[in-house]
């Protein structure tokens, strides 16, 4: 019976290492299915983020970010088509990194397979390679073709000598970099000693052969600075001890022939003299700004030192390290066209450069011209030329540069193609003037930049294109847009003197000898024109100019000396400005006090109609004051304009009010120029009124500046205007007026419009009559005189204001009317009239 009870003690052993066994496979199938549901939101929550990342390069194609996140949530689906064609859309607007080629080889040598897999593979190495320099890719590139290009596998003779020369192309990149080059040396020996290995049982002179080469990289790596040559050394050492089966630990530079010595220790001098420069472009602690200027510092002095392949491998790696500086990519290519001048690195440097910085106008402008340089087609011109027309720029005028170099290039190919091209040539460069026209004009009127661009299109169009009418039609535009400008007359008037139209250039001085142009533009052609007809008219014709060019010189000289005699007068003190002075006391002067002071009653024996008399003298004295007040104010007013006339400040309004100087100042770096920054603030909180006035040293500055204007700052768009204190100053006395009834009296209406002394410009119908200006005193004149004109109809606006009918006005008494009271106005008066007799 003690038999079975055991085998019932065993029984129930095993029934609970079941249980527990049981219990452990559904605890793990609820670990798995929580694990399978957690897997299941996982792939839910990506699939979202995927297509809320498609959808946001739907609406905005050129965001980065955006891109690189897209191409890491297409990793974990593994979907290679996807990949590739998200990588490559992204190349073609952005420049990929070292580490993101490398990413792209690996994911499509891992999911293909093939030789058209090897052959895609190796052609993304090399676009890679091509971006930037980067060590660590060129080592992946060449140990992936060691490991599957067949040929090299085999050992064939084709297969070493690709492998060889491909190792070399790394060296010529990479080999000179001074902390990582060494890397690149030590796979090219690793693979030659491989090749020993392979051929240990063949004939011994391929054994020597491939010592040889050994050998042959050793020395060569010695004698270039690294980082780790002593190392290097070491190993070399080593490696002629166990081929010649020698030992010289004692003495390392004894084992190796002095030719070898010699080149390590000036390697050695030359790396111990950058040390310094290394060490400050590898710290991590300092800006991006600091780390440029250590680059720079760094290129400064390995030019100095004459090796420009030493020079090149340094500007390499800064603009991999900060590829979207563009004062380095300027200064690399344009050291690469001084120095290396080798076509095919000078194109590739622009074209790197353009993709990096393609805001940069200067880079576009640089790569066509080395294009043409290195004689590009027209196909690979226009295409560039295309793609800089996307970009966006800083200001128009290097749009202008981009322009006119593309027409530089046209003009040059235009004259050395044959006459089956002309055509087409010229109609190309044509196009190509309208577009920049059509563009620029709104942007840069009256400016030198587009009368040089509209000059420039009408001498082609007469010399290259033959056709007269085109280049007459190209001035007439430039008219339309800075007819202001004297320069664009002259101009025009230059090329119909060149072409032998006298006649054509006489009537735009017709046109033109009237105008108004600034500083002295107006007499300047006057006396053009004067030149002209000496030169080249009749003498008639020389009549007939001074006919029409002495009045308006005359008038001009008037002009000038009102404004040099206001300046005069204003220099004097004055006694009336003393501050103590009463204002009602102030406004009582000269005529205001004859308009206040009461009529005088009517004697007897006075004349028949004493009102007329009495208005006629008055209106002479009024006339004859307003006169001399208006010349006053509007000298006043052009001496005013003369000292702001070359005051370059802006206006700034909606300002944020936590914007200060240094906002300021940041927010037109670029224009440059700023002189002075006024914050305007309310004079009893201190707080800013969202107001500033910013002076620049030159016109030019103010001229960008403006072209700021709605930018953002601080999250607001600020507006920009030309500061102009005159205008400003004219409303606030206009408003003042307004507010003092009593100056009414006393001011008229040929004061407050000033626009006749400011404007001398000769009155149309008045030159038909009589071919002479007529000045804004001579109503004055007249008066004095005693020529009494009656103001009526148009000429309303001479009136003064005195004479004007204020409301209330009565008509005084006359005698005669005095009679006529007498005259009875009904029956009850005529019956007192009767008694009264």
């Known amino acids: 019976m003690a038999e079975p009870a055991k085998d019932f003690e065993t029984l129930d052993v095993d029934m609970d290492e079941v249980e527990e066994e049981a219990k452990q496979d559904i605890q793990s199938s609820d670990s798995s299915d929580s694990d399978s549901d957690s897997d299941e939101d996982a792939a839910a929550d990506d699939e979202q983020q995927l297509q809320t990342l498609e959808k946001e390069l739907a609406e905005n194609p050129s965001s980065y970010d955006a891109h690189v996140q897209y191409i890491k949530s297409l990793r974990k689906f593994g979907d290679i088509e996807k990949m590739r064609k ?32 090897y052959d895609a593979i190796v052609k993304l190495y090399e676009r890679g390679v091509n971006e930037y320099l980067s060590v660590s890719l060129w080592c992946d590139y060449l140990k992936y073709v060691e490991e599957h290009d067949p040929a090299v596998q085999d050992f064939s003779p084709e297969g070493l000598s690709k492998m060889r020369n491909l190792y070399e192309r790394a060296l010529t990149a990479a080999g000179l970099h001074v902390t990582e080059g060494k890397k690149i040396w030590e796979a090219y020996r690793e693979f030659e000693n491989n090749l020993i290995t392979a051929h240990h049982e063949e004939n011994t002179e391929r054994q020597e052969e491939q010592e040889r080469h050994i050998r042959s990289l050793y020395r060569r790596q010695l004698s270039i600075p690294h980082a780790d040559s002593e190392s290097t050394l070491v190993a070399y050492t080593n490696w002629e001890s166990l081929q010649q089966q020698k030992t010289s630990n004692s003495a390392e530079l004894e084992a190796i022939p002095s030719v070898v010595a010699s080149a390590y220790k000036k390697s050695m001098e030359i790396y111990k003299a950058r040390v310094y420069h290394e060490e400050k472009i590898s710290k991590q602690d300092m800006s991006e700004t600091d780390k440029v200027k250590n680059y720079m510092t760094y290129l400064k002095f390995e030019q100095s030192s004459g090796d420009p392949s030493r020079v090149q491998i340094l500007y390499e790696r800064a603009v991999t390290d900060f590829p979207l500086s563009s004062d380095l990519w300027l200064d690399y290519t344009c050291y690469l066209e001084q120095t290396l001048k080798v076509p095919k690195i000078v194109i590739g440097a622009y074209s790197r450069a353009t993709r990096n910085c393609p805001w940069i106008g200067k880079l576009w402008v640089q790569y066509l011209l080395s294009l043409e340089r290195s004689h590009a087609s027209e196909l690979e011109l226009a295409t560039v030329y295309e793609q800089s027309l996307l970009c966006s720029f800083s200001s128009f005028e290097e749009y202008l540069e981009l322009f006119l170099t593309r027409i530089d290039g046209l003009r040059r190919r235009f004259s050395l193609s044959g006459s089956a091209e002309d055509s087409l040539g010229f109609s190309v460069i044509r196009e190509t003037f309208q577009r920049a026209a059509d563009y620029l004009s709104p942007n840069l009127k009256n400016t030198n930049g587009l009368l040089h661009m509209y000059a420039y299109w009408a001498r082609l169009e007469w010399e290259l294109g033959k ?37 054509a250039a006489r009537s735009i001085y017709k046109r033109c000898y009237s105008k108004r142009f ?3 533009g107006s007499e300047d052609i006057c006396h053009s024109w004067l030149r002209f007809e000496r030169e080249f008219g009749t003498l008639d014709d020389c009549d007939h100019a001074v006919k029409k060019v002495t009045p308006r010189l005359e008038e001009l000289q008037l002009y000038k000396q009102q404004q040099e005699a206001r300046l005069v007068a204003e220099s004097v003190p004055r006694g009336d400005d003393n501050p103590a002075k009463k204002p009602s006391q102030k406004r009582k002067t000269g005529i205001r006090q004859t308009d206040e002071q009461p009529t005088p009653k009517r004697q007897k024996g006075a004349a028949e109609n004493p009102v007329q008399a009495t208005e006629t003298e008055t209106e002479k004295a009024v006339v004859s004051t307003v006169s001399q007040n208006t010349l006053d104010q509007q000298t006043k007013s052009s001496s005013n304009k003369e000292l702001y006339k070359d005051q370059c400040t802006a206006f700034l309004s909606n300002l944020h009010l936590q914007v200060k100087d240094e906002h300021l100042h940041s927010f037109f770096d670029d224009v440059g120029g700023v002189s002075a920054i006024r914050v305007l603030k309310d004079k009893y909180t201190g707080k800013s009124r969202g107001l500033a006035y910013v002076d620049f040293t030159k016109a030019e500055y103010l001229s960008k500046a403006l072209a700021k204007n709605k930018k953002l700052l601080l999250g607001k768009k600020v507006s920009i205007v030309r500061s102009n204190p005159q205008r400003n100053k004219n409303k606030e006395s206009s408003e003042k007026n307004r507010r003092e009834p009593g100056d009414n009296k006393t001011r008229t209406a040929a004061t407050e419009s000033t626009g006749t002394l400011e404007d001398p410009k000769i009155s149309t119908e008045h030159s038909k009559e009589s071919g002479a200006p007529l000045p804004a005193s001579a109503a004055a004149v007249d008066s004095k005189q005693g020529d009494r004109h009656e103001l009526k109809g148009k000429n309303t606006f001479a009136v003064p204001r005195n004479l004007a009918r204020p409301l209330g006005w009565t008509k005084p008494v006359t005698k005669k009317e005095e009679e006529n009271d007498e005259v009875p106005k009904s029956n009850d008066e005529f019956r007192k009239m009767l008694l009264k007799k």
């Open 518 to 520: 600034m500083g002295t």
């Open 467 to 503: 056709d007269l009418a085109a280049a007459r039609g190209v001035w007439e535009s430039l008219l339309k847009i800075s007819g202001s400008m004297l320069e664009a007359w002259e101009g025009y008037v230059k090329m119909e003197i060149e072409t032998g139209h006298i006649d």
């Open 86 to 117: 998200a990588r490559e859309d992204m190349n073609a607007l952005f420049p990929l990194t070292p580490s993101m080629w490398s990413e792209w080889a690996k994911d499509e040598a891992s999911l293909t397979t093939g030789s058209e897999a």
